[in-house]
């Protein structure tokens, strides 16, 4: 079957009593068993029966074997956000006096992590510029325990070569690890572009519009000791499992995610290309669009849809606060790929807490707008941006 099909047929793991259609919600903490050795079998894993809804939930699990089954991954681990699955995922590969070759170019908390949380554990975080194999290969030595990078930095937009990125991993024994949530998994083949693993915030597309949190990591079961780490250490011991409710949610958002993504990447290529002849508009940031710089790149690891993130350049921090507050329909809001068009100002929100120097290093501009398309109609949501757009440069454009 396709991917799409995949996405909605999927077996039980049990025949559901009652043979419900969709996956019920297991609002349960404990199970029950009919004598002591298939308890025992339970809780040392000789056997697939949950024992205990903190690492193993019925409804959690068939979220896992869906995605699994889309993916073609060796495993799949649900967590409770977008972040725990990062974290799971980073501790679960590092350890003191290792360190993990990334980018400058990171989401907020990703940058802390690396940079914060790891290096009071011991974890050195070399930042280079991962479009630049060289830098790369440069910062590369017996110690690195991975290559960590997003496949499409937010919201930076930049898009590096995960294939050649792959080669140089593979040439030092190390993981490559992405985080690849800004073009969702059933778009293209992690295994195929050389990926190990994949983190996913599946708060994002695959929620079905913003129902609900949730992170993932797709193990293509390359590094079995790291696997194990994943399963038996940051499940167990870090507590980030996924909650049933949100793996319920998030099921249903599997069945329509092709749909929503479609038309939310086409109407972001729609809206891209308004904006860049929209007068007071200094640059658009979309791969979807022939003459962005990592356009080619995207386009041969992930296809030709170009995604729902859009970012745009005015002239000052000043024209975009007037422009955030002139919205009318787009929302004033953080999160990416809900069915609501969002907008957010990046550098006094997300970013607001780092210093000006930090911002400066990472390349969060003052100038830039980040916009999460939605699936309202396009021509109704870039009427919105434009008037706004209008508002907040007018002051620069007195009339005599």
């Given at each position: 079957?396709?991917?799409?099909s995949r996405a909605i047929n999927s077996p039980y793991q049990r025949r559901d009593v009652y043979d419900a259609l969709q996956m019920p919600v297991y609002h349960t903490l404990a199970y029950e068993f009919d004598d002591a050795d298939t308890m025992a079998d339970a809780f040392c894993g000789r056997s697939d029966a949950p024992d205990y809804s903190r690492v193993l939930n019925p409804t959690v699990t068939h979220f896992e074997q869906r995605v699994r089954e889309i993916t073609d991954a060796?495993?799949?681990?649900?967590?409770?956000?977008?972040?725990?699955?990062?974290?799971?995922?980073?501790?679960?590969?590092?350890s003191a006096g290792k360190n993990i070759v990334s980018s400058r170019h990171l989401f907020g908390n990703t940058f802390l992590l690396l940079t914060q949380t790891l290096k009071r554990f011991g974890v050195e975080a070399r930042l280079c510029d991962l479009t630049d194999i060289e830098d790369v290969k440069a910062n590369i030595d017996s110690d690195t325990c991975c290559i960590f990078l997003e496949s499409v930095t937010n919201p930076q937009m930049e898009v590096a070569d995960v294939r050649l990125l792959s080669g140089?991993?593979?040439?030092?024994?190390?993981?490559?690890?992405?985080?690849?949530?800004?073009?969702?998994?059933t778009q293209f083949d992690g295994r195929e572009t050389g990926l190990d693993f994949q983190v996913v915030s599946t708060t994002k597309y695959v929620s079905g519009g913003a129902t609900s949190l949730g992170g993932i990591i797709i193990d293509y079961g390359n590094f079995p000791a790291v696997s194990q780490l994943i399963k038996k250490d940051s499940v167990f011991n870090f507590g980030g499992y996924m909650t049933p409710h949100a793996a319920y949610m998030q099921t249903l958002g599997l069945e329509t995610l092709k749909v929503r993504y479609d038309r939310q990447s086409g109407s972001a290529l729609e809206i891209a290309r308004r904006l860049v002849s929209t007068p007071g508009v200094v640059k658009v940031g979309y791969p979807g669009l022939e003459d962005n710089p990592w356009h080619e790149t995207f386009k041969s690891l992930y296809g030709d849809q170009g995604g729902a993130m859009v970012t745009?350049?005015?002239p000052d921090a000043e024209c975009c606060r007037r422009f955030i507050n002139a919205l009318r329909m787009v929302h004033r809001a953080t999160n990416l790929f809900d069915n609501r068009s969002l907008a957010i100002h990046p550098a006094s929100t997300i970013f607001g807490p780092l210093s000006p120097e930090t911002r400066q290093y990472m390349d969060i501009a003052d100038t830039t707008i980040r916009l999460s398309i939605g699936l309202e109609d396009p021509g109704d949501i870039y009427d919105d941006l434009r008037q706004a757009i209008e508002k907040a440069v007018e002051p620069l454009n007195p009339v005599c």
């Open positions: 079957m396709k991917k799409e060796y495993e799949v681990s649900a967590f409770s956000s977008g972040m725990a699955a990062i974290s799971a995922m980073l501790f679960s590969t590092a140089v991993a593979k040439e030092h024994g190390i993981p490559l690890i992405a985080d690849t949530t800004v073009v969702p998994f745009f350049d005015l």
